[in-house]
């Protein structure tokens, strides 16, 4: 992927919800099976752990969130 793609992906992963990085994912997911080019499957995984990472942020935040109000009610 070119610099460009990356942006666009990057863009995408700051607004997408989790229901659509959750679609994302599984789309990928199927790709990855398909191709075996060695630098698109590089691309493809790369693609997939910073959906992970970002779900796991948004899941932290809100935790942390929650834990938050919990304290000051």
């Not at 990855?32 to 932290?60: A, C, F, H, W, Y």
């Amino acid at each position: 992927m070119d610099k460009e793609e990356w942006k666009s992906f990057f863009r995408f992963i700051d607004g997408g919800s989790e229901a659509e990085l959750q679609q994302r994912k599984d789309a990928l997911a199927g790709v990855l099976q398909k191709v075996t080019d060695p630098g698109v499957r590089s691309d493809i995984r790369r693609m997939l752990r910073l959906i992970d990472e970002e779900v796991l942020i948004r899941q932290n935040l809100s935790s942390r969130r929650q834990v938050r109000r919990s304290k000051s009610a």
